[in-house]
């Protein structure tokens, strides 16, 4: 199926593992030029060179999402760089939950600054090149859990709630520019986030994956590129219809449609 990518130009948050590199990854192997922006270098450098090594056409920006001035740069760095931007994956921020008594305030504010204020400014800085393209496609992730959030989830199940209303406002008042929003609901995926949650746990990533898996439909953990194919296909013109929508992918998972 020819998904009309080619040539476009995709800004991804949080890029340099997971999700967001498998996302470059997918998105790249269907002609889009990609940046990419993460806190750390080093792993933002070795992305770059895998993605490179593939064939993709890349930027890397060492730049933190929940700082505005950061992500300004980043935004202005792949439009200097590219000449356009047609979609923005706003993927960065973890998953980190606790008791709401173990939650203290400076927590809840780095929580909402990367989950909601850091998708807040991305938008503001892509909406304009958007709007003066004729359109474009922003993606948010949040977790499936958010929709049906349960005890000990804080602070994060707040916050990625907080990004997918977002995105369904964002979806009413873009539409008339061709500017399309959508949510991705992440489930239990395989991610090194997981992997350094084994490793507190005093299990191996196996044994973690098989104990997180239980509770999941499916019976298995998900992968990053079934994150990033359902992103992909969002963004591309076989979703031209699709806007102001929340697509689970969490192998059955979540309680909710």
């Given at each position: 199926?020819?998904?009309?990518?080619?040539?476009?130009?995709?800004?991804?948050?949080?890029?340099?593992?997971?999700?967001?590199?498998?996302?470059?990854?997918?998105?790249?192997?269907?002609?889009?030029?990609?940046?990419?922006?993460?806190?750390?270098?080093e792993p933002l450098a070795k992305a770059a060179r895998e993605l490179e090594a593939a064939g993709a056409t890349v930027l890397a920006v060492a730049a933190d999402a929940a700082k505005p001035e950061d992500m300004a740069r980043f935004i202005e760095a792949t439009v200097q760089r590219f000449g356009r931007i047609d979609i923005l994956v706003n993927n960065a921020g973890g998953s980190g939950q606790a008791a709401f008594d173990a939650v203290?305030?400076?927590?809840?504010r780095e929580d909402v600054e990367v989950k909601l204020f850091a998708p807040?400014?991305?938008?503001?800085?892509?909406?304009?090149?958007?709007?003066?393209?004729?359109?474009?496609?922003?993606?948010?992730?949040?977790?499936?859990?958010?929709?049906?959030?349960?005890?000990?989830?804080?602070?994060?199940v707040v916050s990625r709630q907080a990004g997918a209303t977002l995105a369904k406002a964002l979806s009413k008042e873009l539409a008339p520019h061709n500017i399309r929003v959508n949510v991705v609901c992440v489930g239990k995926i395989?991610?090194?986030?997981?992997?350094?949650?084994?490793?507190?746990?005093?299990?191996?990533?196996?044994?973690?994956?098989?104990?997180?898996?239980?509770?999941?439909?499916?019976?298995?953990?998900?992968?990053?590129?079934?994150?990033?194919?359902?992103?992909?296909?969002?963004?591309?013109?076989?979703?031209?219809?699709?806007?102001?929508?929340?697509?689970?992918?969490?192998?059955?998972?979540?309680?909710?449609?």
């Open positions: 199926m020819e998904l009309g990518l080619t040539g476009k130009v995709a800004a991804i948050t949080g890029g340099s593992e997971g999700i967001g590199k498998a996302t470059a990854q997918r998105l790249a192997a269907e002609g889009v030029s990609i940046a990419i922006c993460a806190r750390r270098p203290d305030d400076q927590r809840w807040i400014q991305g938008v503001r800085c892509v909406v304009p090149h958007m709007k003066k393209q004729g359109g474009g496609n922003i993606i948010n992730l949040t977790m499936a859990a958010a929709a049906t959030p349960g005890a000990a989830q804080f602070p994060t395989k991610t090194p986030q997981q992997e350094r949650s084994a490793q507190r746990l005093g299990r191996t990533i196996d044994e973690h994956y098989a104990a997180n898996a239980k509770s999941v439909p499916l019976g298995r953990m998900g992968e990053p590129e079934d994150i990033a194919n359902a992103i992909v296909w969002l963004v591309s013109d076989a979703a031209n219809y699709v806007t102001g929508t929340c697509i689970n992918v969490d192998g059955g998972l979540s309680g909710v449609l």
